[in-house]
């Protein structure tokens, strides 16, 4: 028998000690093991009702941990990392599985400071099984904005409708008591057919907007010649433009085409060039320029007017909203102008915007998709290449 030398008895030695601690931390482990508590089941088929549900939905354990999720809840912001980001799911689950008791609620749910970045959402929580709740929220941010939109749009419309109801009431009395001074009545006349022509063109308005204000693509869009839209729009303001010494000038590139409904086109157009008229000073100048930018067409209307003030041009686009009501009163306007054109563009897949400068006048640029982008550009012979900026 071969005796061991010394690196062979330091090895051994070396094994002989691991395997004893080994062997005392398995039988620690035995002394000391816990049995791991079984995670809930969650029922067979769950994964594909989540899958379907148009709300989003969350399943969670006694922890309030996230065990299963809709694809709807991760993109809508309630699971991050595998817990709920929303506290106020948190509590109704809580409580649910506190006392197995279906529970709802309706949530504000802030994504920022910003007001306009808060959520309404419906929830309902209930027992799923043993140790798990299935905790239901649909998004109803656009279902209350849209009614408070309807409450609010019903209100002006009272408001703005008895301005020249009333105006009319009283010119019909003051005509009855002066049926003895034939110019007298004829002045309140003249006064009831503006205040007539004043109601007619606000209910006129008022139906338009109701049939655009959900912005749903236009039905059976055609074909339309951008060069008629400016052509129309500004003969549509031509006699205000005239009476107030204002000229019209417009040009850029022509023989462009969008795909769309050309009476709304025109109206949109046409209420920009009006208000450029109306709110401009006298002795100005309205250019109205049509540019082809990549797949886009852009219409801008330059006045050099007193410009808007940066508190007004976040809300210019607003139904009935004025930056200046006196003004508005004088000019006759509604309110209702530019939110038309907002939710004609919006119909005709484009945008509207603006830039102004107080006391530099200001600039409403409407783009709209182009119909032909293989279309050559060809510049408008009667008019200037492109109308200058007001500065």
């Known amino acids: 028998m071969e005796v061991l030398g010394t690196a062979g008895i330091a090895l051994v030695a070396a094994l002989v000690g691991l395997a004893a601690g080994l062997a005392f931390r398995v039988s620690e482990r035995t002394q000391h093991h816990v049995p791991d508590q079984p995670e809930p089941v969650v029922p067979e088929g769950v994964d594909q009702v989540l899958a379907v549900l148009r709300a989003s939905a969350l399943v969670l354990d006694a922890n309030l941990t996230v065990v299963k999720s809709s694809p709807s809840a991760v993109v809508f912001g309630l699971v991050r990392g595998g817990r709920v980001a929303v506290p106020e799911l948190l509590d109704l689950a809580s409580a649910v599985l506190h006392d197995g008791q279906i529970r709802e609620a309706q949530l504000e749910v802030s994504r920022s400071e910003d007001p306009a970045h808060t959520l309404y959402v419906a929830t309902r929580a209930a027992p799923l099984s043993a140790g798990l709740v299935l905790v239901l929220v649909e998004d109803r941010t656009h279902a209350i904005r849209s009614d408070q939109i309807r409450r609010d749009f019903v209100a002006n419309v009272s ?162 909203y004025r930056g200046d009501p006196a003004r508005s009163r004088a000019t006759g306007g509604t309110g209702l102008g530019l939110a038309m054109v907002k939710h004609i563009a919006a119909s005709h897949s484009g945008t509207v915007s603006v830039w102004s400068v107080e006391g530099a006048g200001s600039t409403f640029t409407l783009r709209l998709p182009l119909h032909q982008p293989e279309d050559s550009v060809r510049p408008r012979v009667s008019a200037p290449a492109r109308p200058e900026a007001t500065t």
């Open 159 to 320: 408001h703005e409708l008895k301005t020249p109801v009333g105006a009319l009431m009283l010119l019909a009395e003051a005509v009855q008591n002066a049926n003895d001074d034939p110019e007298a009545v004829d002045r309140f006349a003249a006064r009831m057919q503006r205040e007539g022509s004043r109601l007619t063109r606000l209910v006129q308005e008022i139906i338009d907007l109701s049939r655009l204000q959900y912005d749903d693509p236009v039905e059976s869009p055609a074909v339309v010649s951008v060069d008629d839209i400016v052509a129309d729009a500004v003969d549509r303001c031509r006699v205000d433009a005239e009476s107030r010494d204002v000229s019209l000038a417009f040009g850029g590139d022509a023989g462009l085409h969008v795909l769309g409904d050309e009476d709304q086109l025109v109206v949109a157009l046409g209420n920009l060039v009006e208000n450029a008229v109306a709110y401009g000073p006298a002795h100005t100048r309205v250019a109205v320029g049509v540019r082809r930018r990549g797949d886009q067409v852009e219409l801008s209307v330059t006045d050099q007017g007193p410009g808007i003030k940066d508190t007004d041009v976040d809300r210019i686009f607003e139904r009935f």
